[in-house]
């Protein structure tokens, strides 16, 4: 079965550069979410999408900023990178049409480094 | 303010044995909370859901309780096996979109 895509898996970024990590959701999928995990953490809830629109938000810097384009997929773009930005970030899906809402499937992540 | 905290030590258990781990939260009235396992470097998997009107659920070697009164949930796997060395996330679902993740207790289970 198909699984949520993210990309890039691994990305290196210096300090006060941009970066856009990009999430496919699982088709026909209607909602996503995005997380930050940092070392030894527990995920860290950024900000939701349902049918293209921001469903939800949490602790997402000013500087990030994200959307969901008309095909699903999801941006989390991330300006004036700072090294505490280092961390995995991971995409999750799930579907309100399959009664399952609440069951969220996650990507495999993305790793990002603040040199 | 709003807190979920799980066994913040390890937990080590021997094969055949039963893994028990403990969520706890204050100052949510969750609909329903999730239990998820995560492997290093790898998304959380979701293992089960059970809501607030619910106080068991099971699902193989899988058991979750819920206890809002006490504001506790408690995982059980039994028969453990070292396949099930992972940690282990719980998560509440806060209204909206939303899900707090705790911060996860890692188990090992040794052969």
């Known amino acids: 079965a198909a699984g949520v895509i993210q990309s890039p898996r691994h990305l290196i970024k210096e300090k006060r550069e941009t970066a856009t990590l990009k999430c496919y959701p699982i088709?026909?999928?209607?909602?996503v979410y995005w997380y930050q995990q940092g070392p030894g953490q527990d995920p860290q809830f950024l900000i939701s999408?349902?049918?293209?629109?921001?469903?939800d938000k949490g602790s997402i810097p000013d500087r990030f900023s994200a959307q969901q384009f008309s095909d699903y997929h999801s941006e989390l773009n991330m300006s004036s990178l700072e090294l505490g930005d280092s961390a995995l970030y991971f995409c999750?899906?799930?579907?309100?049409?399959?009664?399952?809402?609440?069951?969220?499937?996650f990507g495999p992540g993305t790793r990002l480094l603040v040199l | 303010s709003q807190k979920i905290e799980q066994n913040s030590e390890a937990l080590n258990i021997q094969e055949g044995k039963t893994a028990t781990l403990t969520c706890n939260y204050t100052?949510?009235?969750?609909?329903?909370l999730q239990w998820y396992r995560q492997d290093p470097g790898r998304g959380p998997v979701f293992l089960l859901l059970?809501?607030?009107?619910?106080k068991e659920k099971r699902k193989e070697r899988l058991k979750v309780t819920f206890d809002t009164t006490l504001k506790q949930s408690l995982f059980h796997i039994t028969a453990s096996q070292p396949a099930d060395s992972a940690t282990y996330l719980c998560?509440?679902?806060?209204?909206?979109?939303?899900?707090?993740f705790g911060a996860g207790t890692r188990l090992f289970v040794k052969a």
């Open positions: 998560a509440l679902h806060t209204g909206g979109f939303k899900t707090i």
């Open positions: 100052n949510y009235s969750p609909a329903y």
């Open positions: 999750a899906s799930s579907s309100g049409t399959s009664g399952y809402r609440e069951t969220q499937y």
């Open positions: 059970i809501r607030e009107n619910e």
């Open positions: 088709p026909r999928h209607d909602t």
């Open positions: 999408f349902y049918e293209k629109m921001q469903s």
